[in-house]
């Protein structure tokens, strides 16, 4: 399965429910291909930013999880109390399997999530910032999910900007519900078969 791996195609996924489908089909050489592959390493970055900022106790959501490259890092790091979600349920299978999780749930960003108010530390999100993927609108239940003085984590890719996310950070900010405390330069974060994909990594403090 691993040589059907091909990013375009996530890419090209024209809703959800297509998007949904083929994360499914990859979900089990999604690993190997991603990581293995295409020198994919925005996880263990993502990771850790974390690790600086919260303490190995914090509650941190892992949003759009995938298989769980971003939580085995964090439990490198000795971080416990990680929680993931993805619209994929083949993917959250394979995360599942890991044993990193403190609990999963399979739901899409952009909707209604199942999480209480202000009960993360903290959330990740790596690599689902990016066009096709998740909507703009995912910032707000991911803010109402995390703690004031918490920390919102997330990459953006930079080379094609997602429609609409600029203008939600800049409501965001506009509003007083985060402010930002770090951004990084433009990376490379498919060096290899995907060169001209590029990402910002962003850090904010939640009001």
């Not at 960003?109 to 999480?115: D, V």
């Not at 999100?125 to 999910?145: D, K, M, Y």
Request: with cysteine; hydrophobic share 45%.
């Amino acid at each position: 399965m691993g040589q059907d791996f091909d990013v375009e195609r996530l890419y090209a996924a024209s809703t959800p429910e297509e998007l949904t489908a083929e994360y499914d089909r990859v979900a089990e050489a999604y690993d190997a291909a991603l990581v293995d592959g295409h020198e994919w390493r925005m996880p263990e970055i993502m990771a850790g930013l974390v690790a600086w900022l919260l303490p190995r106790d914090a509650r941190v959501l892992d949003a759009a999880c995938g298989t769980g490259l971003v939580g085995e890092s964090l439990r490198r790091f000795g971080f416990t109390r990680i929680h993931g979600l993805d619209l994929s349920p083949g993917m959250v299978a394979v995360a599942g399997r890991k044993g990193i999780y403190e609990g999963l749930d399979v739901a899409a960003l952009g909707g209604a999530l199942p999480f209480p108010d202000g009960h993360f530390d903290g959330f990740v999100v790596c690599g689902a910032f990016t066009p096709q993927h998740a909507p703009p609108e995912s910032l707000e239940g991911l803010l109402r999910a995390t703690r004031p003085g918490g920390y919102a984590i997330f990459s953006l890719r930079s080379d094609v900007a997602p429609p609409g996310f600029a203008e939600e950070i800049a409501r965001l900010t506009a509003a007083g519900r985060w402010r930002l405390l770090h951004e990084g330069a433009e990376f490379q974060s498919l060096p290899l078969a995907e060169p001209h994909v590029r990402n910002r990594l962003s850090v904010y403090l939640v009001a």
